[in-house]
């Protein structure tokens, strides 16, 4: 086995800033902090190859490992001329946790490790303060039970309290040194009690038990679960660093804290922190007593004050970022004992990175770097205020969980129809639509709703593609949630909710809350306009928006979209005057019949084409003819049904009785076992071919129309689900003879393109043959996740969940894009295409446009440009700016 153990101390270390993997943050910056000759408590850092070799041999220690402590131990002891158990002159050390990412509070640390019962007196004696030892001692024998022998802390609590009251007292620092003594007899009995044996008292077996909990606790389910969430591989392990203890609870002179050297809330540049005097970090850290701004230190001690502040300029200059730095005063004597790259509020990170680059502390392409993409976010749609969002979950306000669909949090009044949202929205309320799933007749409900509540459904079902569209927060496949229309509730557990009872939903995380949560608004800065300008700069990878109207596309312009990527015709229809028209259409008896109802949507097609062209002038859109699942936009069966059975039983309106039973044989002959499957994209333009020229032909028209005015417009005519050359050949020539038989009767000359979507498995595999015809890709991702996987994509929330937490799928992969399989066929499409079409403009559409991680694979493999919606716009411009940038690091590190 190479090294394990690297010791700090002396102004030296063996180990510094790069060495992050092998030494964890904490181990590698107190190594760096000791090498700038910051003073830091001397130690020793425990590799994370140790750790791993630990877990592979099924918790045991790595051999040589121990012997290499030893050694450093005599080094540390000698440095500071105490040793391990000596009666006299004890050292006391920390263990401390420390991966190569910081995983705040999710690991194990013991304190004041050393004591027993023949040190406490040596230290009391040394320190000449009784209480102080007494109570350092009680520390660690309660820490230790917790972390090294499992035990619970309650239970240490407990007896805490109970001597507080025997001893009138009501903080930790008045309890007298007596009652500690008396306190750690306690402790020790419940150690003996719980484990049946007696708290260990040799220091070495104190140390090594610490070492392995340690370790161990990397694989605590509060440590995993953070690794889940956040993306961090489980093979890493720890790094355990084994430091002398400084003491903040010496006394009024002594204390402990910690700061930030800019506000980790707003990112603004000033020295933020909190101290707590006579104290060690666990009390800051456990909230018992609270903490005195940073300033106060500054009247109780101006020089470590001073020394403070020099210090942390020192750190943010040397590590070109924002610090969050923990300390200890002992005896008025000022110790270092961690630093690291502060967390900070998404809207801090992009202020801190933007004042960073023009203080000159770091370059444009780190600035862009330091903000994750994702945490715009956080920037575009309300989220919850974090305190009262801990309120409402530590009252058990936590109702369900379903698949996160579209981000943001709202909060408002249950209704469980499209009309009442409308109704109540228009009367001022705030309502949260609650449905079983959602259909286009629900679209003006969610439009007025604060956010949409769904029962059924994927990531990239109706409702969550629609609420992803509109910006608006959404939540679905909640199984847990029982929506009874009929009786107007949902039932969650064992709570029942009814309409007008208040809900909060958080559809970044999928949390369904009972009650109001307090929101925080988004804002665009400033700071975010200039960070964004900067990636555009940067990056190659175009950014269109997916957008079904002119305000959409309004929205998309102001938020940097450079075309439309996605105009699904099918949302244009979504308005309660229209939808009946396309149910005519659909259902229609013949191709006359047929044509008269698309003859009748023609002008609604034509004035929305218009609108679109007009916001977009001078960039590219591209439309993407019909394409409905049908059950979508049939009427319900079952409503058929029931309005039948009653006008019957009562013997009214025969006129009407007579037209839903047409209507209902309609339905049922259209009615399909797998409509995601079935008769819809081209299959549908192809066997009623009145629709798609009625779409060409309005497109066409709107085209020539804003032509006339002046506009800019070279519209892109986009065929969906094509999977046949047969398909793509027939829909290409339909689609021509339409628009050139428009431009020949206006007298017109507007370019066009044909292209179609590939998101069809198949499709990517003929892609060569398919370009001889389409001029353009455009990779429909949802369909295609669904076709590769075979999961339907209304369906998934049935087993994604346990998919999920079983790590049978790392992720969505409707969320995440598949790189290894549809990944693949993306790559197989592009390759094959434009072997076909060199040079051919290849999009893509589906939902992962504004994932960050598939935004950069879409870079990586060539794309033209990625389409999202209007609000995913600066998520997926920053992501296109660091996949170049990334591409570019990547290909100087391999030219080295
Ligand atoms: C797709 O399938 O990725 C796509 C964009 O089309 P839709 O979501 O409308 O099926
Ligand atoms: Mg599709």
């Known amino acids: 086995m190479a090294k394990c153990v690297y010791f700090f101390g002396n102004g030296k270390a063996e180990g510094s800033s790069p060495m992050r993997n092998l030494l964890g943050g904490k181990g590698c910056d107190l190594a760096e902090m000791t090498n700038l000759g910051i003073p830091v408590p001397p130690g020793f850092t425990i590799t994370t190859e140790a750790c791993v070799e630990y877990f592979k041999r099924k918790n045991r220690s790595p051999d040589g490992l121990w012997d290499e402590v030893l050694g450093h131990l005599q080094r540390l002891e000698s440095t500071l001329n105490l040793r391990l158990g000596d009666r006299e002159r004890s050292l006391l050390v920390s263990v401390r946790s420390g991966a190569r990412v910081s995983m705040p509070g999710m690991m194990d640390t013991v304190l004041n490790l050393g004591l027993n019962d023949q040190t406490v007196i040596g230290l009391a004696r040394r320190t000449k303060n009784d209480r102080f030892a007494w109570d350092c001692y009680r520390r660690f024998i309660a820490m230790f039970g917790d972390v090294v022998l499992g035990l619970e802390r309650s239970a240490f609590e407990r007896l805490l309290d109970e001597t507080k009251a025997g001893a009138g007292v009501q903080t930790d620092p008045e309890v007298p ?24 008292q040799d220091p070495l077996e104190q140390l090594r038990l610490a070492v392995d909990a340690v370790f161990n606790s990397w694989n605590n389910p509060r440590a995993a679960a953070y690794r889940r969430i956040h993306g961090i591989p489980h093979d890493w392990g720890t790094a355990v660093t084994v430091m002398a ?34 104290a060690q970090g666990e009390d800051v850290v456990a909230g018992i007593r609270t903490p005195e701004p940073i300033t106060a230190l500054k009247a109780r001690a101006p020089q470590v004050y001073d020394e403070l502040i020099a210090i942390k300029d020192r750190l943010e200059r040397h590590y070109r970022d924002m610090q969050d730095i923990e300390f200890t005063v002992q005896e008025g004597t000022l110790y270092l004992l961690q630093t690291r790259s502060g967390k900070r509020a998404a809207g801090a990170a992009v202020r801190i990175a933007v004042e960073m680059m023009r203080e000159g502390l770091i370059d444009k392409d780190t600035a ?26 530590a009252k058990g306000g936590l ?38 799933e959602t259909s286009p007749e629900d679209v003006a409900g969610m439009h007025a709703a604060q956010g949409i509540l769904a029962s059924r459904g994927g990531r990239t079902s109706h409702a969550a ?59 665009i800065s400033g700071e975010l306009q200039v960070l964004l300008k900067w ?7 175009g950014v269109r928006a997916n957008a079904d109207t002119p305000d959409d596309a309004m929205k998309a312009r102001q938020y940097g979209a450079e075309g439309i990527g996605l105009v699904r015709t099918e949302h244009m229809f979504f308005q309660a005057e229209r939808i009946p028209i396309v149910r005519e259409m659909i259902m229609a008896k013949d191709t006359l019949a047929r044509r008269k109802a698309a003859e009748r949507l023609l002008p609604f097609q034509r004035e929305d084409f218009i609108g679109i062209f007009r916001a977009m002038d001078g960039l590219p859109v591209t439309v993407r003819l019909l394409d409905p699942p049908l059950h979508e936009f049939l009427p319900r069966y079952t409503d058929l049904l029931e309005e039948h059975t009653r006008l019957d039983a ?7 009785l007579k037209e839903l039973e047409e209507i209902m044989v309609n339905v049922r002959a259209l009615q399909e076992f797998n409509p995601m499957l079935g008769h819809r994209g081209c299959r549908l333009g192809i066997t009623f071919p009145e629709i798609y020229d009625m779409q060409v032909r309005a497109i066409m028209e709107a085209a020539c129309a804003v032509t006339r005015e002046g506009v800019r417009v070279e519209p892109e005519i986009m065929i969906p689900l094509t999977g046949t050359v047969g398909e793509m050949k027939l829909t290409y020539e339909m689609t021509k003879a339409v628009a050139d038989a428009v431009l020949a009767e206006t007298g017109m000359t507007v370019k066009y393109l044909i292209g179609t979507m590939i998101e ?73 295409g434009r072997k076909t079409r060199p040079g051919m403009k290849i999009g893509i559409c589906g939902e992962h446009g504004g994932e960050p991680a598939s935004v950069e694979f879409c870079h990586r493999v060539g794309m033209t440009y990625v389409s999202s919606s209007p609000f995913m716009i600066p998520i997926s411009r920053l992501a296109a700016a660091h996949a170049r940038i990334k591409e570019e690091r990547a290909r100087e590190v391999t030219n080295a």
Not at 763 to 787: H, K, R, Y
Request: charged fraction near 25%.
């Open 399 to 436: 109702l369900a969980k379903g698949l996160p669909a579209a981000p943001g949090a709202a909060a408002g009044r249950v209704v469980f129809d499209a009309d009442r949202a409308v109704e109540w929205a228009k009367g001022g309320q705030k309502v949260i639509l609650v449905r079983p």
């Open 368 to 393: 862009l770097l330091r903000v994750e993409p994702g945490r715009l976010n956080e920037l575009l749609h309300p989220i919850f205020d974090s305190t009262d969002k801990a309120r409402a979950i």
């Open 535 to 541: 990636g555009d700069e940067r990056r190659t990878l």
């Open 760 to 832: 069809v498995p198949r499709a990517a595999l003929v892609a060569d043959q398919i370009a001889q015809q389409a001029e353009f890709f455009s990779f429909g991702t949802n369909d295609l996740t669904q076709m590769t996987f075979g999961y339907s994509r209304d369906d998934i929330g049935k087993f994604l969940p346990h998919y999920l937490e079983h790590e049978i799928l790392p992720v969505d992969p409707f969320v995440i894009l598949d790189q290894e399989g549809v990944g693949e066929l993306v790559r197989i499409g592009i390759e094959r």
């Open 650 to 656: 009562l013997r009214i309106n025969p006129g009407r």
């Open 177 to 200: 040194a007596e009652a500690l003594m008396d306190l750690v007899a306690r402790y020790k009995g419940i150690v003996q009690e719980k484990t049946g044996r007696a708290f260990p």
């Open 465 to 523: 593609v629609v609420a992803v569209g509109m910006g608006k927060c959404c939540i679905v496949g909640a199984g847990d949630v029982f929506v009874d229309e009929e009786r107007r509730a949902f039932q969650a557990g064992r709570t029942i909710v009814r309409e007008g009872d208040i809900i909060s939903l958080d559809g970044t995380s999928g949390e369904v809350f009972l009650g109001a949560i307090e929101l925080i608004e988004p804002s």
């Open 245 to 278: 203890m400084v003491f903040g609870n010496l006394g009024e002179n002594s204390g402990t804290g910690v700061v930030f050297t800019r506000d980790p809330a707003t990112g603004e540049r000033r020295f933020f922190g909190e101290f707590l005097v006579n």
